[in-house]
Nanobody, 125 residues
Framework: VQLQASGGGLVQAGGSLRLSCAAS????????MVWFRQAPGKEREFVAA????????YYADSVKGRFTISRDNAKNTVYLQMNSLKPEDTAVYYC???????????????????WGQGTLVTVSS
């Protein structure tokens, strides 16, 4: 599966952005989808994951209550709605597809099978 992320940009603190990740192929609904981010000089970190049907989600504690992951299997697209953005949310955001649906602990030692290119989110103070 090929993934194409979009929607990044510059936003002021407290603002919102919605990232999209479009997938090619007819097997999108068989993959759990995951968002990661990597800030300058920092390691990549898990942000959110959504199950194959979209009925279950995981979030990193740092984004819980502010970010919402969703998917539209008819459109082969996963979204990350980001509200109440903070300067510390500044990072390159990556979407990924994985046969495993899990949360942050799992992804500390595992890497999804497929990755999209990143999209830069910059939050100014």
């Amino acid at each position: 599966v090929q993934l194409q992320a979009s929607g990044g940009g510059l936003v002021q603190a407290g603002g919102s952005l919605r990232l999209s990740c479009a997938a090619s192929g007819r097997t999108f609904s068989t993959y759990a989808m995951v968002w990661f981010r990597q800030a300058p000089g920092k390691e990549r970190e898990f942000v959110a994951a959504i199950s194959w049907s979209g009925g279950s989600t995981y979030y990193a504690d740092s984004v819980k209550g502010r970010f919402t992951i969703s998917r539209d299997n008819a459109k082969n697209t996963v979204y990350l709605q980001m509200n109440s953005l903070k300067p510390e949310d500044t990072a390159v955001y990556y979407c990924a597809a994985d046969s495993v649906y899990s949360g942050s602990s799992y992804y500390k030692s595992h890497s999804p099978s497929y990755w999209g290119q990143g999209t830069l989110v910059t939050v100014s103070s």
